[in-house]
Structures are given as structure tokens and as C-alpha cells.
């Protein structure tokens, strides 16, 4: 139902044609239209005529494909806590049909005692005496759908807490007609938005330098006991997600560092599913610019602009659990580090956090690696894996923050684009998720300047274990270490630490999925960002080697059940990936093609993808001892080096010793040593040598008998009970299946690409 158009909307309309150089209110300004949105900003000031103009109010066009993305993950996000709202609702409407009867009493007759309530095979949690009891009990006496904590937990043996949807993502409040109204701001308007007022000291307007922060809430007091009155009255079987059909279930975001508000305003108009966004900077001429866009687009009864510190805002958030938010986003000018503590407590349980950082020269170079440590909790990565590696750390930065608060992460989408990264985290309030954590960390020993090769050491390990009812539970024990040597057993080579840094997977590949569902139904003419979209999350979508990618579901399917959570022990058995070119450049010989490489791996058994931080990279699930045969077996069979380009004290020459010719006098030196080492007494030495020069001369006999059965009259070194690696180049089979050519890797769209200078609007 469309509103009525206000004296803005007509003012917009009565610019057209919109273009640079728009006269609004009095004033020139350039338009920007992305998406839906339209945001309006002073034009920029060039000082002396030289270099880039200067902004009042920051905004990057090249972050167009963040925003895109954005707004399709939030809004998958939002439909599949639409569903999980709708089952909650339905089996509160099961229990009250069941005739009022709780607990003990109706899982004896169901003959369900003691075995958990699961909903889609995802909700492992035991229905036990307690509070959780009690709680149902009172729902059932008042046939309400009365309010509920989302912070709410229940005990089960060994009194451990478990969230209520620990398995099953988001399990958002259903509050009372009432408080959606109050959280979804469904009665304000522009004109008495909730106001943050802070009082920075100097002139820096950075969050962390300021002081006297005050929280005041001016509008939309909370009425919990009415709540509850009203909430009473509802008759369950005639609502929808426990409210009458005409209010609308509330989904609140925060843009909490908002600058011009434009991805509030493309939030609250190309999702539906919204009900309020808080549009929060500290920056007074931003909040001005913010109101301005707002009125502009004819969204002030859905957008409240606010002034304040974020981490006021949503520590304000946290200390009252209805104004938290279903979803936060973080977009701040550099590292959302001092952010990220206050953010996952403003989240809902379930809630999604959304994180960009655009201070890669930090966490993914060792340059500033005193800052990296300081601001996210770990050391970065030397060599082309940085990005990767950068993206975990960040990750394990937001999973201690929320571990803290009894929380647990999990990733549904990480990505490295251009100069930034961007992540989207699910937040679930999880106490027994969280005892998982130290099993997904892991710390990485690096042969930066070597070979490049690279071994991982986890925390701790997780196992998993079976109660006597049939349930499953986790048990956590210390890893031994160390998992590596100092030297690197490739090369020869000293190792360097990288971490601590997040170990289990960066993706939900049904949530990408769902999102690659919904593209081609998208306007490009909006979304115009479309392309790369599809290219990158196809990329990685690939790139989940851990499980099998999800079977496409049918949009049935789709509209009625969420997308399954991942394991909560679940680690990332194959992280990072190698660059052929360096292991070229490592031996000093051509590098083989993509296809001849995936042809020689795919021969062997093993899977390869590609990563979506580094174009020409290869992502595998083969150890790196196949990885450097591979390459030795290139120079033998294709392009034989030089004589001398590689010396003795190169990282190459090391690895080339390994050859396969010279396997069986490496192995007998090794064999004699072994039977040195036995010896005890004087008498015993020859004896011992003369047995281990027999076993080495029959080994040597068996090869050679072995290779001429097969017609090839060469035995190549290889020990007889070892395995063969037979190393194929094929191209045809390492070749990729035709299909849609896709935007795998961005190119440079324009001129002065990348990060501008921050704007200098006044605070």
C-alpha cells in the first residue's frame, strides 16, 4: 500500500531530471543514485585546483559491490528468520493444542523422554526440569505468545547452558504487539528520533578518542508491563508469529558508523522485511547529511538518524535487550576492531554482525605487525596467503570478543575484495558452541622465505561423544605440539608464526547458495554489481572443500526451511592455498598451466579449486610432499632446469635433492642408520651392517625386476611397498567443464582506484 507523497518527495520530484548540479532546499548538491537510493552531497571542494576533491561527507563508489552484497545477504538473512519465527510459532501452536500439558508429563506420553526437541535435524537441545520447564508451563497457562529473552538459556546435565536454537541459527524474540512497535519504531518519525549525545574531546572525530559519553533515550520508552497485558489478550491460533495479522514482526538494523546514510536508505527500501534502521555516525554535518538524504527519499518514519559514539550506542543496545538489533553493520574508515566487543552484545540471539575493515596494509602485511596484534589479537601472514590469512584473523578477533558473552560465531560469508574485507556473522548465543573455540584456532608455522610451505597447530581438539540417551556432546581436550619442526622439512629453511587465527571454515554454502538463488531475479538496472556478484560467490561456493556443495533446493524447499548451521566443532581441514608461480620461481623453472597442474593432482586423487584472495591460485586437499613431487616430476619429464641455477643454500636446492632418483641411496643411508642406532655392543656393528647392505640389495633387485615387468626398463629409484605417485600432466582432464563465464577476479575499474581520504566534514 503506497503512503501518501510528503512536501520532500514532491521537492525531489520537481528536480528532475536528477544529475549533478541538483538545487535542493536552496543549495547545489551532487546526486547519487545506487540501487533504490538516492543520497545527495555537497559538491566537493579541490584545493588549488590539484589532486582529488575533497568530501564533506565520506562516500566511495568503488564500495558499490559491498553495498549490493549487503543487501542481498541481509535479505536472505531476513527471510530465513522468517522461517524460523513461522516453525517457533507453529510448534507453540502444537503445544498448546496438546491441551495445556508440559514437561515430563507430555514427553512420557509422545515416548520422547529425554531426547531432545529437533526441528529440520538441527535443534539438538534436551528438554530437561527447570527453567525452561517453567517457561513453557506459563505459556501454556496464559495461551499467550508472550515475550521472550533472547539471551534466554536452560540448563541440562552437568549443568551446562545451552542456547535455545544452539544448532538451528537465530532464535529471535517474539515480542508483543507493543514492542514491536517501540523496537521497530513503528510510531516514530524523523522528528524525534533516539538520540545519542556525546561530547568529543579535540577535533579527531574517531570513536576511541572520545569522552563524557551520555545516552539518553528521548523517544520510544518501553512499557514491559503493558506489554505483557496486551500480549495476553492474543489468541494464538488466529496470529501470525504470535501477533494479529496487520503488525508487522519487527527486523531492526543499526548502521552504526553511517556517514552520508546510504546504506540505510538502500536497507530500508530494498527490503522488505525492515521495519526500522538506526542511521548512527559521530559526526554532527554527517547526521545532518543523513536527515537530509532521509527526507529526500521520503524514509522518516522507517530511518532514525542519531549522533553518538557506535560503541555507546550499542553498549545502549546491549544493556536493554529490546533495543538490540537483528542485524549491525560495521563500516567503518579503516579497522572495526575497537567495535567489535560492543557489537556482538548489541546483536539479537541469532542476529547477524556484519564487519568491514579497510586497513589491509595492517592485517596482511608484516609492516605493522605490533598493530595488527594489538587491534585484532594476531600475527599476519608473509607471502600471497596474507589476504587469507587476514580474514581469520578478523574472524577469531569477533569469536573471542563474543566468546566473552557466552557467544559463538559462525561465518556465512567471508570475503577479501579490493582493499577491504567483508564478513558476515551469524551471532548465537551458544555457551556450549563457545567450548569449541580453542578447537578452531590454530596458530601457523610459515616457510616465509623459503619454499613457501606452510603446516597448521590447532589449540586443542574437540571429540565427540554420546551420552547413554543417544545424545551427542563434545569433549575438549590439549593438542600436542609442536606440529612442525623449526626448519622446514621441504627446504631446510627457518619457519615463522603467524596467529592465532580463526581455523574453522569461512563459509555456509547453503547461505551462499540461497544467495546466488536470488540473482537472476534481480534488476541489474539496480543491482549493477550483478556479475561479479555471481563470479565471486561461485568462486566461493568452490571453495568449501570440507563438505559437498548443497544440491540445489527446489524455491518450495527454499520458502519454508532455513538453511542447516555447520557444525559447531567443524574445522577447516584444508585452509589457505599454494601459487604455482612461487614454486616456479622456488626451482627457477617454467610454471606448468592451471589445467596441467589440476590434471597432475585431479590423476592422484585429489580435489582443486581455486581462492577468491589470489587470482592464479590453487586450493587443494593434497599435502605439500605431493605438491613439491608434483614439481620435481615437471622438471624431469617436461622442462629440465639449467645446470647451476640452482646452489646449495637456495630453498630449491634442498627440495631437488628429494628427486626421485636419488630415493634409494637417501633411503639406504637412512636404513643404515637405523641399524647403527640398534647396535649396542662392538660385536654386534658388523653383523648389523652386513644384514642392512642385504636388505637394501634385495629392495634395489625387487625394483628392478619390477619395472621390467611393467615394459618400462626403469626402475626410478623407487622403494618397493612405497606408494608410486604416477604424475600425469593432463590437460584435458585438468581442463575446466564449459560452462558460464564468470567475473572471477576485479580489475582496476577506474583511475585512482582504491581508498580516498577521509572525509573533512565538521564534528
Excluded at 103 to 123: L, M, P, V, W
Excluded at 551 to 572: I, N, V, W, Y
Excluded at 735 to 745: N, Q
Amino acid at each position: 500500500m503506497s503512503s501518501p507523497k510528503n512536501t520532500d518527495s514532491a521537492q525531489r520530484e520537481a528536480d528532475e531530471p536528477l544529475a549533478s548540479g541538483v538545487t535542493y532546499n536552496g543549495k547545489t548538491y551532487n546526486r547519487v543514485r545506487e540501487g533504490l537510493a538516492d543520497i545527495l552531497n555537497l559538491q566537493p571542494t579541490q584545493a588549488g585546483g590539484k589532486g582529488p576533491a575533497k568530501q564533506s561527507v565520506f562516500y566511495n563508489p568503488i564500495q558499490q559491490f559491498n553495498r549490493d552484497l549487503s543487501v542481498l545477504a541481509i535479505r536472505v538473512f531476513a527471510e530465513d528468520l522468517a522461517i524460523i519465527r513461522r516453525q517457533r510459532h507453529e510448534r507453540r501452536l502444537q503445544n498448546l493444542a496438546k491441551g495445556g500439558k508440559n514437561g515430563k508429563k507430555r514427553r512420557q506420553e509422545e515416548g520422547i523422554e529425554g531426547k531432545a526437541t529437533a526441528a529440520n535435524g538441527n535443534d539438538n537441545v534436551e528438554d530437561s526440569d527447570g527453567l525452561q520447564k517453567n517457561k513453557r508451563k506459563r505459556e501454556d497457562e496464559n495461551h499467550s505468545a508472550e515475550t521472550e529473552d533472547p539471551r534466554a538459556t536452560k540448563k541440562v546435565k552437568g549443568s551446562e547452558e545451552v542456547d535455545k536454537e544452539s544448532q538451528h541459527g537465530p532464535s529471535a524474540a517474539i515480542e508483543s504487539p507493543q514492542q514491536y512497535q517501540n523496537n521497530g519504531n513503528i510510531a516514530q518519525d524523523d522528528a524525534n528520533p533516539v538520540r545519542v549525545d556525546v561530547q568529543p574531546s579535540g577535533d579527531s572525530n574517531e570513536a576511541t578518542n572520545l569522552t563524557n559519553v551520555e545516552v539518553e533515550q528521548v523517544q520510544g520508552d518501553h512499557h514491559p508491563q503493558e506489554a505483557r497485558k496486551d500480549t495476553t489478550a492474543l489468541d494464538p491460533s488466529k496470529t501470525t508469529n504470535g501477533l494479529p495479522p496487520d503488525v508487522t514482526p519487527p527486523l531492526r538494523i543499526l548502521d552504526a558508523l553511517s556517514a552520508t546514510g546510504l546504506r540505510a536508505l538502500r536497507y530500508a527500501k530494498e527490503i522488505s522485511q525492515v521495519t526500522s534502521v538506526t542511521a548512527n555516525d559521530i559526526s554532527a554535518s554527517a547526521t545532518a547529511s543523513i536527515k537530509m538524504n532521509v527526507a529526500y527519499n521520503g524514509l522518516g518514519g522507517k530511518i532514525s538518524p542519531t549522533t553518538g559514539d557506535a560503541k555507546a550506542v550499542m553498549r545502549h543496545a546491549a544493556n536493554n535487550a529490546r533495543d538490540s538489533y537483528h542485524v549491525v553493520d560495521l563500516d567503518p574508515y579503516g579497522t572495526a576492531a575497537p567495535f567489535l566487543d560492543a557489537a556482538v552484545q548489541a546483536v539479537t540471539d541469532g542476529g547477524l554482525l556484519c564487519v568491514t575493515c579497510t586497513d589491509s596494509g595492517v592485517f596482511a602485511s608484516v609492516a605493522w605487525l605490533e598493530k595488527a596484534f594489538s587491534q585484532y589479537g594476531g600475527l599476519p601472514w608473509r607471502g600471497p596467503q596474507s589476504h587469507e590469512a587476514g580474514l581469520r584473523i578478523i574472524l577469531n578477533a569477533i569469536a573471542t570478543s563474543a566468546a566473552r558473552y557466552g557467544c559463538a560465531i559462525e561465518p556465512l560469508l567471508s570475503l577479501n575484495i579490493d582493499f577491504y574485507v567483508r564478513l558476515f556473522v551469524r551471532i548465537k548465543r551458544a555457551p556450549v558452541e563457545v567450548k569449541c573455540l580453542a578447537n578452531k584456532t590454530m596458530i601457523v608455522y610459515n616457510c616465509d622465505q623459503g619454499c613457501g610451505a606452510f603446516s597448521t597447530q590447532y589449540l586443542a581438539h574437540t571429540r565427540e561423544k554420546e551420552a547413554k540417551n543417544g545424545d551427542k556432546f563434545h569433549t575438549q581436550s590439549l593438542a600436542q605440539g609442536p606440529s612442525a619442526t623449526p626448519e622446514c622439512e621441504h627446504c631446510g629453511f627457518k619457519t615463522h608464526l603467524a596467529g592465532p587465527m580463526w581455523g574453522g571454515p569461512l563459509h555456509n554454502p547453503h547461505f551462499i547458495s540461497r544467495v546466488l538463488d536470488l540473482l537472476p531475479s534481480l534488476d541489474s538496472k539496480v543491482y549493477g554489481t550483478i556479475p561479479r556478484i555471481e563470479g565471486m560467490l561461485t568462486l566461493v561456493l568452490n571453495e568449501t572443500l570440507f563438505q559437498e556443495a548443497p544440491t540445489p533446493a527446489s524455491s518450495e524447499s527454499a520458502s519454508t526451511e532455513p538453511f542447516p548451521s555447520l557444525d559447531p566443532a567443524l574445522r577447516d581441514p584444508h585452509p589457505f592455498f599454494f601459487n604455482p608461480s612461487m614454486l616456479s620461481r622456488t626451482l627457477r623453472c617454467s610454471r606448468p598451466s592451471d589445467a596441467q597442474w589440476r590434471g597432475a593432482l585431479i590423476g592422484l586423487g585429489y580435489r582443486t579449486t581455486r581462492s577468491h584472495t589470489e587470482a592464479g591460485s590453487i586450493r587443494t586437499d593434497a599435502p605439500w610432499t605431493v605438491i613439491w613431487e608434483i614439481m620435481r616430476e615437471w622438471i624431469r619429464q617436461k622442462h629440465p632446469i639449467k645446470e647451476g641455477a640452482v646452489t646449495k643454500g637456495m630453498a630449491g636446492w634442498e627440495i631437488l635433492q628429494k628427486d626421485r632418483s636419488r630415493r634409494t641411496i637417501l633411503d639406504a643411508k637412512q636404513e643404515l642408520r637405523d641399524a647403527i642406532d640398534k647396535v649396542e655392543s662392538a660385536e654386534g656393528l658388523r653383523e648389523s651392517v652386513e644384514a642392512a647392505l642385504y636388505r637394501i640389495s634385495k629392495k634395489a633387485e625387487s625394483a628392478s625386476d619390477t619395472a621390467m615387468s611393467n615394459g618400462t626398463g626403469e626402475q626410478d629409484g623407487v622403494v618397493p611397498g612405497q606408494k608410486e605417485l604416477r604424475v600425469v600432466f593432463d590437460e584435458k582432464l585438468g581442463k575446466e567443464a564449459a560452462g558460464k563465464k564468470l567475473v572471477r577476479y576485479q580489475i582496476n575499474p577506474r583511475a585512482e582506484w582504491g581508498p580516498i581520504s577521509r572525509a573533512k566534514g565538521g564534528q
